[in-house]
């Protein structure tokens, strides 16, 4: 279960039960992605993404729900999300998990509600949490603030006063496949960001960089990803490999060294 730490990492992807892991993991480790974290953040596939990633060495998960997943009494789903971290050491961190005012401006207060349980508990067990913060940043960032937890922001793709406002705090962010689109903003911010705040995703199934974007994702595209943004910063591949999944290995006490 060790990571390579001189191979790429996508840090952050989905499957669902129709998908063939074997050929897109075998895809991945063809462009040099050796190292995949499983995002599961809802309760259907949770137990599909543990099944999984025991079955790849290389293969970790985060699990907890979404802010779409707004449950009446979590109280029970937290526990066994718990149990479920404390029996499965290939759980690494809870995500993606937080705020989301744009599909839903009405529940404000139970995504609030939802988030901070999931951080308690991130708390609880000293584990990393990995952030989804859509049109909500100013909630998602005070409240953050009071946990002082390992983080990543994932499919950042803010500007640079707020980069520099999650770079204060020692947060990773996830850049993905809009770094690469031809319109984005995102380019001229990553040029300050520094290595050592930046992990590659691909958010897989979704947001397929270019030149494949409106195609199903996958996490072999995070070597797209990674040859951008050595463009972007005038970098070699081999630094960028080097210190992003190092990023990864400070950020994930759970991942064998």
């Known amino acids: ?18 998908d063939d892991v074997d050929s897109i993991v075998q895809k991945a480790h063809d462009a040099g992605v050796e ?30 729900l979404h802010p779409d997943e707004i449950k ?7 526990n066994y999300f718990e149990d479920l971290i404390i029996n499965n050491p290939k759980i690494i961190g809870i995500g993606e998990i937080g705020l989301d005012y744009y599909h839903n401006k009405d529940n404000k207060e139970e995504q609030i509600a939802l988030f901070k349980k999931q951080l308690d508990l991130a708390k609880k067990l000293n584990l990393p949490v990995v952030i989804h913060s859509r049109d909500a ?15 990543t922001i994932h499919c ?28 984005t903003n995102l380019k001229e911010t990553l040029k300050s960001v520094p290595l050592e705040n930046i992990v590659f995703e691909t958010d897989s199934p979704y947001m397929a960089p270019e030149p494949f ?4 994702n996958e996490p072999s595209n995070v070597s797209i990803i990674c040859d951008n943004l050595c463009n972007i910063k005038n970098i070699s591949r081999s630094d960028a490999i080097k210190i992003t999944t190092k990023n990864v290995l400070n950020q994930y006490s759970r991942i064998k060294r």
Request: aromatic letters at 10%; hydrophobic letters at 35%; glycine letters at 8%.
């Open 156 to 183: 950042f793709t803010g500007s640079m006063e707020v980069a520099n406002l999650y770079i204060k705090e020692g947060y990773l962010l996830g850049i993905g496949g809009v770094s690469t689109f031809k319109n």
């Open 1 to 18: 279960m060790q990571m390579n730490p001189n191979s790429l990492c996508d840090t952050h992807f989905h499957l669902d039960s129709t």
């Open 35 to 64: 190292n995949l974290i499983l995002s599961c953040c809802d309760l259907s596939s949770i137990e599909f993404g543990i099944n999984i990633v025991n079955k790849y060495p290389n293969m970790y998960l985060t699990i907890g």
């Open 137 to 151: 940043f100013l909630d998602t960032y005070n409240i953050l603030k009071e946990y002082k937890l390992k983080t």
């Open 213 to 216: 974007r409106g195609t199903k």
């Open 72 to 78: 009446d009494d979590t109280s029970d789903l937290i």
